[in-house]
């Protein structure tokens, strides 16, 4: 199974600042990788797909960036609303597997 | 508009079976991989398997052969994970979540809200 490690486990930022998550795969994924946001007692929504498209809907603050193995999440201009769990996940392979998150909070 | 309607809580005892739905309305069924995900209390995701409603062909984690069995019903739009033999290790949300068309589109841009499975004694 491809081993997604993600990093920071959790981490606090003031509004309006930058903050990147990242994620490093136990193989080379080719860019296969989506990131989701989960807000407390809600299902995923996605992010980002491709590693670096923009779903649509979602701000363009968020953006992604990687390739290989090592990936990232970045969000500019932290809002309130981003507070929230953030996932990565691969599909370059089965099984599918998913990063452990990242808890975003404000300072 | 796309949604994914899932079945409520459940509280089942441990040995038993039980068997959660998602009702999808606002595209075609039939088209579309449905897939199932756990994540439990304070937990990471796990992906479980797909079904793929037009024909039935399903796929699983080989760490959930024998736990989770996926199944469809076209006449109703929906898709069902039946989970056997339960212990409190499989207590967990549950969520159907719907992958994006297209052979390389390996993630999900719909989502169910989720089914709480409770199991104890």
């Not at chain 1, 981490?11 to 989506?34: F, H, K, Q, R, W």
């Amino acid at each position: 199974d491809i081993r997604m490690t993600q990093s920071p486990a959790s981490l606090s930022a003031s509004l309006g600042e930058t903050v990147n998550i990242e994620c490093l795969a136990s193989e080379d994924i080719y860019s296969d990788l989506a990131w989701y946001q989960q807000k407390p007692g809600k299902s995923p929504q996605l992010l980002i797909y491709n590693a670096n498209s923009l779903q649509n809907g979602v701000p363009s603050r968020f953006s992604g960036s990687g390739s290989g193995t090592q990936y990232s999440l970045k969000i500019n201009s932290l809002q309130s609303e981003d507070v929230a769990t953030y996932f990565c996940q691969q599909y370059n392979n089965y099984p599918l597997t998913f990063g452990s998150g990242t808890k975003l909070e404000i300072k | 508009q796309v949604q994914l309607q899932q079945s409520g809580a459940e509280l089942v005892k441990p040995g038993s079976s039980v068997k959660i739905s998602c009702k999808a309305s606002g595209y075609t069924f039939t088209s579309y991989d449905m897939h199932w995900i756990k994540q439990q209390p304070g937990n990471g995701l796990e992906w479980i398997g797909w079904i793929y409603p037009g024909n039935g062909n399903t796929k699983y984690n080989q760490k959930f052969n024998g736990k989770a069995t996926l199944t469809a019903d076209k006449s109703s739009s929906t898709a069902y994970m039946q989970l056997s033999s339960l212990t409190s290790e499989d207590s967990a949300v549950y969520f159907c979540a719907r992958r994006r068309l297209g052979a390389r589109y390996w993630y999900f841009d719909f989502w169910g809200p989720g089914t709480m499975v409770t199991v104890s004694s």
